[in-house]
């Protein structure tokens, strides 16, 4: 297993540090992985893997959809100082234990933002989401929170050629075209882990966002 200083920026070593500790302790956390060294790659690993992608490392305004317990939009913050990166979540008691953790880790450059995305605004340059929904919806959910030219990244697990196709006539309808799928191994065993790179090509039509839930219950296709 990787150490934090083998993954992480050495200016991020220490707020990222605490964080681990608070959710191996804290039963809150929104986390299966809760082991400090387990964590360092399945999670900070995994949240820096796009750190090489230039529309990630350039970023000055970070919207993390469903953040959950805070990843990868705790490690972008800690990693990305320039950026301020708002942690979007709908539950209370996710959005209580994403404020402790930030405290404790003493970033400044993080909001917590407690709303459905859907019921949310503000115009970014960088949308993120893991482990949050299938293509179709998270390109709903990030096409109006963008900027034109802005990007959208997808931290996917293995994707069926139905949703990729699904997502590619979603993205389309809302202003977005995928620009690349990036595979990428953070830590021993990963599986068909991509990160799924999207830009805002066009302006998002006014219909969108829709009513919270109509993303999900009526994917675009
Ligand atoms: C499976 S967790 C993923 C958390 C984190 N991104 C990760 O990869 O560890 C998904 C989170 O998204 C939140 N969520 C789901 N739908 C949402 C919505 N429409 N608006 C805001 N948060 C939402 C859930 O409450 C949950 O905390």
Redesign the pocket.
Known sequence: MKRLEEVAPAHAVEPLARILGLQSVDPTA??TVRDPAEAVGR?VADSLSALPLPAVRGARRIA?????????GLALAAALPDAHVWL????IR?CRYLERAVEISELTNVSVVH????EWSGEHDLVT?????ALPVLVE?AAPLLELDGHFVA?KGAVSEEEAAAGALAADIVGLELVERVAVAPYAGARDLALHVFRKIAVTPDRFPRR?GMATKRPLA
């Open positions: 929104s986390t999670h993390d959809l469903g953040s959950g317990a805070g990843w990868p979007v979540e709908s539950a996710h709303a459905r995305i859907e989401a893991r482990a949050l929904a959910y931290w919270a």
